[in-house]
């Protein structure tokens, strides 16, 4: 990567720009704070915020939330939006973890509920839900059943009664992206996915009982059912080898073909194609078999939560209530169109490690939510818990619709496994009353909550800005991690 130093100018309390020099086309936009580009120190990804803005086709600027830090080409964090005609789209852009989201299930139980039965929650979840590196989990799909999960997503889950056509309702685009082609998916990648499918993965993936502490906008708690006390439980998993896969296959067709492009770039790691290239529109079409994949494991792992605690509790799913709130996807490029110089313009939004934040009244939100606007999720670290934040017509006139998706990191996993050498990890957590087990030896000193930035300084930022507003925070109560 070349070195270029990077020229931050605040514009007000919550964004600082990064003028347009050498070959950026547009320039950059970072939501933050002093305190939080203080913390961020050498981190790279103002770096990588300038060099997205090289990249051919991007419109209006090349933008960050606050909970950026440093990712393969794109940083994490990261949003840009290309012109469908004259633009390209780059498999950094999305991450490794093509459709890795959160999805929120709450629930008719108190803390009272389960506050003797914490320790034998988290033992059967952590049971019953397959966690881990390269984890495998019941299933073994045949190539036909594997084709079916990569086109039709969550509604393939549900048709194998892992869950309600009402689970479909409050996913983001149904559960299902449009155009997936498994033809456009390697044999490697298919093989990857066979056995993985139900399985949570490595290190930051995480399945987490939680209850609501506070609630800051009554109204819209009241529409996502939200209300103190209220035990809900946050899933934070994607694609697992087969995305990872595709990714990888991705990059490499692309990187070869770089000179092609016959645009200079910054760092190859920008590897991309026009959208409208045979590339691009195989990658766009392998894209959504992860996405959908994806999908398709969140309802699985939410169908065995909801049994276990079924089992742990002996209620009945009636008394349970465990109802999706809603899953959003935060590794994702999508066709979306908006307003742009006063024209509606057809664009290919990039968010890396970023949420969609749709308002009140976009035609994409389910009828349940249109009147108050996307339910968006954020967590924390495996000591805090997580926000329940809404979308806003200002993320959608401002940053295409889109806001932070968790803390971010502010250590790598080399360096948090150092600075908590000899610690008891999981005896700190138990003494802040958050229960954790992790299947990887490491991950429990990889994941400390030092090893992120503090949530309500992000969600501060986002808030303040008006990129989504804060609804509910949620405490952890326990965790499973991989
Ligand atoms: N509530 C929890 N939040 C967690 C945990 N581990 C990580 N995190 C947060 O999730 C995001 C996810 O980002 P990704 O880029 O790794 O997909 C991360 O930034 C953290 O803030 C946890 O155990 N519980
Ligand atoms: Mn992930
Ligand atoms: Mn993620």
Not at 319 to 346: Q, R, S, W
Request: hydrophobic share 35%.
């Amino acid at each position: 990567m070349s070195k270029i130093s990077v020229t931050l100018n605040k514009l007000d309390a919550c964004r600082w720009t990064i003028p347009k020099t050498g070959g950026m086309r547009v320039p950059g936009v970072i939501y933050t704070s002093e305190a939080l580009l203080r913390e961020m120190g050498g981190d790279e990804s103002p770096q990588q915020v300038m060099n997205v803005a090289y990249l051919p086709g991007i419109v209006k600027y090349s933008l960050a939330m606050p909970d950026m830090h440093w990712g393969y080409g794109f940083p994490i964090g990261g949003v840009a939006a290309f012109d469908v005609k004259s633009g390209v789209i780059s498999p950094g852009g999305v991450g490794y973890d093509i459709n890795c989201g959160c999805r929120m299930i709450t629930s008719k139980l108190n803390f009272e509920d389960i506050r003797d039965r914490v320790k034998d929650l988290v033992v059967a979840l952590f049971h019953n839900i397959p966690s881990g590196v390269g984890s495998t989990g019941v299933l073994k799909l045949s190539p036909k059943e594997e084709r079916q999960v990569l086109t039709q997503g969550s509604r393939w889950a549900v048709s194998q009664g892992y869950g309600s056509e009402e689970d479909i309702e409050t996913t983001e685009d149904h559960g299902a992206m449009a155009g997936a082609d498994p033809d456009k998916v390697s044999p490697r990648a298919i093989e990857r996915g066979r056995d993985q499918l139900g399985t949570l993965g490595s290190g930051n993936h995480f399945l987490e009982v939680e209850v609501v502490e506070e609630i800051f906008d009554p109204e819209v708690a009241a529409a996502f059912g939200l209300s103190v006390g209220q035990v809900a439980v946050l899933i934070h998993s994607g694609s697992r080898g087969l995305g990872y896969q595709i990714c990888d296959d991705y990059l490499a067709r692309m990187v070869k073909k770089m000179n092609e492009l016959g645009v200079p770039l910054p760092d190859r790691q920008l590897a991309c194609s026009w959208l409208e290239s045979q590339a691009g529109k195989d990658y766009l079409a392998a894209m959504a078999c992860a996405a959908n994949y994806a999908w398709a494991n969140r309802q699985m792992l939410m169908h065995w939560t909801r049994e276990t605690f079924e089992k742990t509790l002996r209620k009945s799913p009636r008394e349970l209530g465990m109802k999706l709130l809603y899953d959003v996807c935060h590794n994702i490029a999508k066709l979306e169109t908006f307003p742009v110089d006063g024209k509606m313009m057809e664009l290919c939004v990039h968010r890396k490690g970023a949420t969609r934040s749709f308002p009140p009244g976009h035609p994409a939100l389910p009828v349940c939510y249109r009147k108050v606007g996307q339910p968006v999720l954020i967590p924390g670290d495996m000591g805090t818990g997580s926000y329940v934040m809404v979308g806003t017509e200002k993320a959608y006139q401002e940053t295409f619709g889109s806001t932070c998706h968790g803390a971010g990191r502010v250590m790598s996993r080399a360096q948090a496994t150092r600075v908590s050498s000899g610690r008891q990890v999981a005896r700190e957590m138990a003494e802040r009353g958050v229960l954790v087990m992790a299947s990887g030896k490491g991950t429990l000193k990889e994941e400390i909550p030092e090893a992120y930035k503090k949530l309500d300084d992000v969600v501060d930022v986002v808030h303040r800005a008006g990129l989504s507003r804060k609804v509910a925070r949620l405490k952890s109560v326990c965790c499973i991690k991989g």
